[in-house]
């Protein structure tokens, strides 16, 4: 029993201890089956202490069975942890791994194998020490060296406490003594004393746990001994800054855990110990997240928030570990790493610090280079020092050839990238050099198009952009294979060079003159090695083979200079500075002047005046047509007279008699071309003198044209011809438009051919014209009353025309339309209609579509919501496209409006009226009346008569649709729809008359008998059904009906040709009616066929005697005496054939037929 085992432990029994032992398992077993149930936990541990405690007091071996079943439950970290802790002896360990499955048995058994087992006085001396990390190993130290340096004897800390109590001493001589007896568990229990700062506690904390020369260094500022110092926040901020200096950080962190528990720079040691020992940045990060957030709570003041130190200070001590921490990196990648964690996060702490999103950035532009970062950054750090450190890492990779990289680094620090740019291209030169590409033109011309697109792209200096391409063209060797292509290439650098240079600010208009002289040296010796090569029979034209120079030429007319208007200058115009004819004072030889005279008359031809002038002052060279046109103008604008020309040109004009006619004739051509309203007056002498001179000119006729056509206007609008000529084209244009003379399109036209003005310029000129036009005569949704459509359509058609593609026109009104004023839904109406003429003229689908939608737009949003019809109706008519358009006959039906679509001359092609009957007819068939309404307004005589005629066979069918028994079941009602239907067919016969339909009518005109035959046997109470037959019944009715006049009207509405023998055979040979007879006697002869068939017919009835005198008293009907004596003949009608020889009148005739 228990008692006796219990008695036996009493004598020191070990058999006895054994078998309680067995009874206390069972009990702990049963304990944790009550509980959760969960025989391997931490809990279960727990409980499990006491029986390995049971053990060890007794000295009996340790128990297993916790260990083997937590490997039965494969559990291995429990195992681990209570073999550890117990000091399980190895023969048992390895008893116990045998219940783990083999797979986890030999991890187990691999990890175990250096495993070391210390005997139980060795555990409990390493858990102590471990307790008392400090104390222990100073005791140890102090024991082992044998040293005179004060530490802590046994019952030290007891003997200073009870002296603290005995003497009622403060909290200061704990921790003096602390410091003094070097004891850290003193400032422990000092915390837990009144009246005392924990940053003090903190203080001797640190002080009394580091070695001698750490501590030296930390307490280096303080005067006197060490235990009488007061400690504050500034020794405490030496401590921190001494201790993660060198590295010291889990000191710091054990101390602020003891003393400071819940402070936020915990989270920064603990950041500190992750990235520095472990390389952990994602758990460094959420780390530094908390840190910013405890921080944010500090600043917001949050209930709870921890408040022992100032934020400040705080502040101030995270921004020196994250500085140090990014010192102390001893790689760029670890460099790289601490960057880019601290770039994650807010700038909270380091927003006064290094800009590290910025180095962050750099670090990663930099990975995979050879170049790195200049570390002496990080600790003198400065705006400044950081741009210039980018220069540097920018001229690095440049020289390395990383343009990628140190495009970036330009583009983070917002530095220049004008000469990388520039060494880029350049390696790409040699690149193509060194493959043996450039020799090729395609390859160069590419080459140089780049650079330009590159130069564009990177918005690099103008000037060092025109610099590069003037050293390229100094650059470019001279070469005797392909002398033309290298002056044509020098020629397209030179170009680019001036277009760069021309981008320049303020840029003196002498540099660009001397470029352009170079220019023009290279275009001379171009020229002159083509009129060589033709000298010697060589081609070089545009189609021959060694053609590659016309792709530099290509290019280079892209950038040309003449266009640029600080080229273009008045003075290059002046008469009074012309080369004289002196060509001794040319520097050019003989072929160049050719060469150069050819290129000018080309200037000339193509009007390009100002270039032209500005080259012969280059080289002082003398051109016969130049001279001449100068001369023209100054003699438009006034500034000479005919007696102040040269010589040469006053001969010329002396001449006039002789030349008249042919002058005259380029005169009246020029006055065709420019179509200008009338002759100029024939007292107008300058104009007759500039006639002669153009007459003269042989390069530059156009320019002449231009100048005749600009005084003549000048002479028109009432100014000088200076004034005009100084003017843009198309202001010149704009002020021929806004003129509103009679033939001002002609003349618009004249002065565009002559100007060669661009399409889309004309397009925008026209379209604000016609705005301007449109505004002035429309009044918000109406229109002034000399507002005339058909007028102004035709006018804004000819101003459409002026443009060489109208669709250019019609896309500029349509965006036009934002510029009209809100509220002018008239305008908008009218510009709409124009733009839809413009497309149509060129019968442009797209924009025609856009049009349809952009009024579509309008009606639904604006004219249909503000009750517009009058506006819907004009867009409607003014467009025309009525299919397209049937949501506005929708609109004006659905408000009760549609009556304002048959207001006269709103459409004079019939296309509305067409439209409006198709829409009646597909959206709503039944509405006759406004069928009729349209109709009838438009004179639509035959369409009113083809929707009576469909009503009344719509009523016929109706009545078809059911048994005639049940319709004479309500005869009232048959007899009213018959009388509606012979109304309708009356109205319909009339109608067609009126359109002179005759057909129709008649057909009407039967039906209208057939109806009133069958209301007048309603009437008398008959029956029968003479509407809606079927052929196969109709016959049958015919013969029915007691009248001949009756059948014949029948016949006719059912436009079928009857069997008058079979009616006959069954009205009179049968049925004996004679009246029947005499009645279609008196309507119709009776043909002699008619009684042959007739006799057939009686010849096939069954013989009846009164059928036969029925016959024989037909036969006398018959009027023609052949027939009538064969068919007795045939039927042996005897007494008939004695009868016909004996009478006087037919006995002649019969006897002469019989002898022949």
């Not at 009868?1139 to 002898?1155: A, E, I, V």
Request: proline letters at 3%.
């Amino acid at each position: 029993s228990t008692n006796e085992e219990l008695c036996g432990m009493m004598k020191s029994e070990r058999t006895c201890a054994e078998e309680l032992l067995v009874s206390l398992q069972d009990v702990v077993w049963e304990n944790l089956q009550q509980g959760d149930g969960n025989r391997v936990s931490s809990e279960a541990s727990q409980q499990w202490d006491l029986v390995v405690k049971f053990c060890k007091i007794h000295g009996i071996e340790l128990s297993t069975v916790y260990v083997k079943e937590c490997a039965r439950a494969e559990d291995w970290l429990q195992f681990i942890i209570q073999i550890q802790t117990h000091n399980f002896r190895p023969e048992q360990v390895n008893s116990a791994l045998q219940d783990f499955s083999p797979t986890l048995q030999d991890h187990m058994l691999l990890a175990f194998e250096n495993l070391h087992f210390l005997p139980s006085s060795s555990m409990n001396r390493e858990n102590m020490e471990r307790a008392l990390p400090g104390a222990a190993s100073r005791e140890r130290q102090s024991h082992d060296t044998g040293s005179g340096e004060p530490g802590l004897a046994a019952g030290g800390v007891f003997h200073v406490l009870v002296q603290y109590q005995e003497n009622a001493s403060t909290a200061g001589f704990v921790l003096a003594e602390a410091v003094r007896l070097q004891a850290p568990v003193l400032s422990v229990l000092a915390a837990c004393l009144k009246d005392i700062s924990v940053v003090q506690c903190l203080c001797v904390w640190l002080i009394t746990s580091l070695d001698k020369d750490i501590r030296a260094v930390a307490t280096a500022h303080v005067e006197g001994l060490l235990h009488d110092h007061q400690w504050d926040l500034q020794d405490l901020s030496l401590l921190w800054k001494t201790l993660l200096s060198k590295q010291k950080s889990k000191i710091l962190l054990l101390g602020f855990q003891l003393f400071l528990k819940g402070c936020p720079l915990i989270h920064m040691l603990e950041v500190y110990e992750l990235c520095m020992e472990y390389q952990n940045h994602s758990d460094a990060r959420q780390k530094l997240q908390d840190f910013q957030k405890c921080l944010l709570d500090l600043k917001s003041a949050a209930v709870g928030a921890w408040n022992l130190l100032p934020v400040p200070w705080l502040e101030s001590h995270a921004v020196f570990i994250l500085e140090l921490m990014i010192q102390q990196c001893h790689t760029h990648y670890e460099i790289g790493k601490l960057l880019h964690l601290f770039a994650d996060t807010e700038d909270i702490l380091i927003s006064t610090g290094p800009d590290v999103k910025k180095l962050c950035v750099l670090s990663q532009i930099l990975e995979g280079t050879c170049v790195t970062i200049d570390c002496t950054i990080l600790m003198h750090y400065s705006p400044e020092a950081l741009q210039q450190e980018c220069s540097r890492v920018l001229q690095q990779l440049q020289d390395r050839g990383a343009f990628l990289q140190a495009r970036k680094v330009a583009e983070l620090a917002q530095l220049p990238v004008d000469e990388l740019v520039i060494q880029e291209v350049l390696q790409d030169q040699q690149i193509l050099k060194a493959a043996g590409h450039w020799q090729r033109n395609p390859v160069r011309v590419d080459f140089w198009k780049k650079c330009h697109e590159s130069f564009s792209h990177n918005c690099i200096s103008t000037k060092v952009a025109s610099d590069f391409f003037l050293a390229q063209a100094h650059g470019v060797p001279d070469s005797s294979v392909a002398q033309i292509d290298a002056v044509t290439e020098r020629h397209l650098l030179f170009t680019l060079a001036g277009h760069w240079l021309a981008g320049e600010d303020s840029v003196p208009p002498e540099d660009l003159e001397s470029l352009e002289k170079e220019l023009w040296v290279c275009r001379i010796a171009q020229q002159t090695l083509m009129q060589e090569a033709e000298a010697l029979g060589f081609t070089v034209s545009p189609q021959s083979p060694a053609r590659g120079w016309l792709l530099f030429h290509s290019v280079a007319e892209q950038f040309s200079l003449s266009r640029l208007a600080a080229l273009n200058t008045s003075q290059y115009l002046s008469i009074t500075e012309l080369p004289c004819q002196d060509l001794s004072v040319s520097p050019l030889t003989e072929t160049e002047r050719e060469s150069l005279s050819f290129l000018v008359g080309q200037l000339l031809d193509k009007c390009c005046i100002h270039e032209a002038s500005r080259v012969c002052h280059y080289f002082n060279f003398y051109h016969k047509d130049l001279t001449l046109l100068l001369y023209c103008r100054a003699l438009a604008a006034g500034q000479v007279t005919s007696s102040q020309l040269p010589p040469d040109l006053q001969s010329v004009l002396r001449s006039r008699d002789s030349s008249h006619g042919s002058a005259g004739a380029l005169l009246r051509r020029l006055q065709s071309a420019s179509s200008w309203e009338s002759c100029p007056p024939s007292d107008d002498q300058v104009l007759k003198d500039l006639e002669i001179l153009a007459h003269e000119c042989v390069h530059g006729k156009n320019y002449c044209l231009q100048v005749l056509c600009l005084y003549n206007l000048s002479q028109e609008l009432l100014c000088s011809y200076s004034e005009l000529s100084t003017q843009d084209a198309r202001q010149v244009l704009e002020a021929i438009l806004c003129s509103r003379q009679p033939r001002r399109c002609e003349k618009a036209q004249g002065f565009i051919s002559t100007q060669q003005m661009e399409a889309r310029v004309v397009a925008e000129l026209v379209s604000q014209a016609v705005l301007r036009e449109l505004l002035e005569v429309c009044e918000g949704s109406g229109y002034k009353e000399d507002f005339n459509p058909g007028r102004e359509k035709q006018t804004f058609k000819q101003l459409a025309k002026l443009c060489a593609d109208p669709t250019l026109v019609g896309i500029q009104a349509l965006e036009k339309l934002i510029s009209v004023p809100y509220g002018e839904l008239s305008c908008t109406v009218e510009l709409l209609i124009f733009a839809h003429d413009c497309f149509t003229l060129t019968c442009h689908l797209e924009g025609i579509t856009r049009v349809l939608q952009a009024a579509r737009h309008l009606t639904s949003q604006h004219l249909a919501a503000n009750d517009e019809h009058a506006l819907m109706v004009r867009l409607l008519t003014g467009i025309g496209r009525y299919n397209d358009m049937n949501y506005i006959f929708d609109i004006l039906h659905r408000k009760h409006h549609f009556e304002v679509l048959m207001r006269k001359k709103l459409d004079s092609t019939g296309g509305l009226m067409t439209a409006l009957l198709d829409y009646i007819k597909r959206c709503h068939p039944g509405d006759s009346e406004k069928h009729n309404m349209v109709a009838l307004c438009f004179s639509m005589h035959r369409e009113i008569g083809e929707n009576h005629q469909a009503a009344a066979l719509t009523q016929l069918k109706l009545i078809e649709s059911q048994p005639w028994e049940e319709s004479l079941a309500d005869i009232a009602a048959l007899k009213t729809t018959l009388m509606k239907v012979l109304t309708l067919l009356i109205d319909a016969a009339e109608s067609y008359r009126k359109e002179s339909c005759v057909r129709q009518a008649l057909q009407c005109s039967r039906l209208t008998k057939l109806i009133t035959l069958q209301l007048h046997f309603l009437k008398n109470s008959d029956k029968r059904k003479l509407i809606n037959l079927s052929s196969d019944h109709l016959m049958d009715c015919i013969i029915a009906l007691p009248r001949f006049y009756q059948a014949c009207i029948v016949a006719e509405a059912y436009d079928v040709v009857l069997d008058w023998a079979e009616v006959l055979c069954q009205k009179v040979l049968i049925k004996g009616d004679f009246v029947y007879l005499e009645e279609m006697k008196q309507q119709q002869l009776l043909k002699a066929s008619v009684f042959e068939d007739i006799s057939r017919k009686f010849r096939s009835l069954p013989s009846n005697a009164l059928y036969a005198q029925n016959l024989k008293k037909l036969l006398s009907c018959c009027d023609d005496i052949a027939v009538y004596y064969k068919l007795a003949y045939e039927n042996k009608f005897s007494d008939v054939i004695d009868l016909l020889l004996k009478k006087p009148q037919t006995s002649c005739c019969l006897n002469d037929m019989l002898g022949s």
